[in-house]
Every structure is written in C-alpha cells, then in structure tokens.
C-alpha cells in the first residue's frame, strides 16, 4: 500500500493490516519472490528481521549500534533486548552479516 501511495509511512507503522501476510513460502507449488539487487560495499552489514524486531524497535535510532560494536552477535543481541523490552511478545529473529570484498584466502 505504502508502495502504491495508498498510505503514508507514519500511517504504514501504525496501519490495522501491517501484520497481514500478503505471500508465503509453502502455500502454493509456485512462488513469486521479491527482489531487489544492492551494490554493498566492503563492511556493509546486512539484516534480516522478523516483524518482533521491527515492530520494537527503530532501526534509525539504533545506527550507533552498527559503528560502535564490532560483534554481530552484541550488536543482535542488544536490538533483541530492545524489542523484548519495548514490549516484544512476538517472535524476534534476527539474522546479520558483514560483507567483505577481500579477495584473500580464508
């Protein structure tokens, strides 16, 4: 809705159906995935959430978090608390990772 400016983003944040699930893994023989290609950089961290983090917790606010903490594991713990603190009942997942473009062997 927000895409097709049915909604505002403040309006997105608090909408009745924002839990609505519009497609899922498993329900259909075919599935129709969104995607979107990035061109990272080197320490780039990326995040994958579920809604029990973004429902608590604001990204925005937290960016310190992402240049203070070297630990993914601190830095995914911290915003776990958070969002269970804030009042989280649902599940909170949060997957991280840290992009490097070093052509070096491991």
Not at 12 to 20: A, E, G, L, S, V
Not at 51 to 68: A, I, K, M, P, W
Request: hydrophobic content about 35%; glycine content about 6%; charged content about 25%.
């Amino acid at each position: 809705m927000l895409e097709e400016g049915k909604i505002t983003q403040e309006e997105m944040n608090n909408h009745p159906q924002k839990n609505i699930i519009t497609r899922a893994l498993g329900t259909a023989s075919q599935v129709n995935a969104d995607y979107y290609e990035i061109e990272l950089k080197d320490n780039d961290i990326i995040l994958l959430c579920t809604d029990g983090l973004s429902n608590h917790v604001d990204l925005n606010q937290n960016v310190e978090l992402f240049y203070s903490i070297e630990s993914l594991d601190e830095i995914a713990s911290i915003l776990g608390k958070k969002a269970l603190d804030d009042g989280g009942v649902d599940n909170v997942t949060i997957v991280m990772a840290k992009y490097s473009c070093a052509t070096e062997k491991r």
